[in-house]
T-cell receptor, first 114, second 115 residues
Framework: RKEVEQDPGPFNVPEGATVAFNCTYS??????FFWYRQDCRKEPKLLMS???SGNEDGRFTAQLNRASQYISLLIRDSKLSDSATYLC???????????????FGTGTLLAVQP | DTAVSQTPKYLVTQMGNDKSIKCEQN?????MYWYKQDSKKFLKIMFS???????INETVPNRFSPKSPDKAHLNLHINSLELGDSAVYFC??????????????FGQGTRLTVV
């Protein structure tokens, strides 16, 4: 099983649509979770952290279900500028917990159509 | 000011050559990383340094040698370049809070093409 799994897409949605991305992770000891966004030929940028209680930032809502080892990202009222690859990122312990590392999913490509 | 900067942005070189990529962060972070993004866009960690000390080495060929002269810099030297080394290499850094690394901030990437 992959450490972090995402549906690669592409998700083609019209402007104004609501779209949801899901992600599962394999290590139950994982400590923190993030969604990153990567535009074509650019570096990944932090979109938002994901907290157990769920969190919202404008049109974006992130949820974490530790029992199911599942993370989600909901984008409401999609804009053309939301077109990008969305990366699920899990911070998991490494070397017996001596340190930790960020594991990236393969990303989900979103294309918002006019 | 760029928080994490890496040079060069583009690098085209012949097989067998040796090349270096430099990275600097001005965020005051303790931890720095090198990630490789291949043609399938998968981002994979290569190395992690914490306060100049190598913490993670993810079974990368020993042709790849990172060097951290201080905690703000992490360079990557690659010997005897091979065609399969062609990829985008990202440097990143993160803070540590209560012993756990937080979110990472990435440089703009170095697009390496080996011909």
């Amino acid at each position: 099983r992959k450490e972090v799994e995402q549906d690669p897409g592409p998700f083609n949605v019209p402007e104004g649509a609501t779209v949801a991305f899901n992600c599962t992770y394999s290590n139950s000891a994982s400590q923190s979770f993030f969604w990153y966004r990567q535009d074509c030929r650019k570096e990944p940028k932090l979109l938002m952290s994901v907290y157990s209680s769920g969190n919202e930032d404008g049109r974006f809502t992130a949820q974490l279900n530790r029992a199911s080892q599942y993370i989600s990202l909901l984008i409401r009222d999609s804009k053309l500028s939301d077109s990008a690859t969305y990366l699920c990122v899990v911070n998991e312990p490494n070397y017996g917990g001596a340190t930790n590392k960020l594991i990236f999913g393969t990303g989900t490509l979103l294309a918002v159509q006019p | 000011d760029t928080a994490v900067s890496q040079t060069p942005k583009y690098l085209v070189t012949q097989m067998g050559n040796d090349k270096s990529i430099k990275c600097e962060q001005n965020l005051g972070h303790d931890t720095m990383y090198w990630y490789k993004q291949d043609s399938k866009k998968f981002l994979k960690i290569m190395f992690s340094y914490n306060n100049k000390e190598l913490i993670i080495n993810e079974t990368v060929p020993n042709r790849f040698s990172p060097k951290s002269p201080d905690k703000a810099h992490l360079n990557l030297h690659i010997n005897s370049l091979e065609l399969g080394d062609s990829a985008v290499y990202f440097c990143a850094s993160s803070a540590r809070r209560e012993g756990i690394n937080t979110e990472a901030f990435f440089g703009q990437g170095t697009r390496l093409t080996v011909v």
